[in-house]
């Protein structure tokens, strides 16, 4: 449907929708770092006051569990999204360059 456009709005709806995801990306990444180190902070702090009890042993080993389950599934789910990715970014050549170049735009705004 974009196809129908002229190269040049298609590439203006590109770069507008990439700096808007770009620009997006970058708050809600600064809010989700400040977030998990903020609570990160805290829960040392608690555990150094002595409110909260870390069985790190168990942490660990859940952590690692989840982990191997994690790399199980991510790589029959990466392989798919990457094949429709690429054959997206093939059929839509214009649209996508526009929406990377304004996603670029859009982290360093």
Not at 3 to 16: H, L, N
Not at 41 to 61: F, M, N, P, T
Not at 64 to 79: D, E, G, P, T, V
């Amino acid at each position: 449907m974009v196809e129908k456009y002229s190269v040049a709005t298609q590439i203006v709806m590109g770069g507008v929708s990439g700096w808007c995801a770009g620009f997006l990306f970058q708050k809600v990444g600064k809010l989700a770092a400040t977030a998990v180190g903020g609570g990160f902070l805290l829960l040392q702090i608690a555990s150094h006051s002595g409110y909260v009890q870390i069985d790190w042993k168990r942490v660990e080993k859940d952590v690692n569990k989840a982990k191997r389950q994690i790399k199980k599934r991510a790589n029959s789910i990466f392989l798919q999204t990457l094949f429709q990715a690429t054959e997206f970014v093939k059929q839509n050549i214009v649209i996508s360059s526009g929406f990377v170049g304004g996603f670029l735009l859009g982290l360093a705004s």
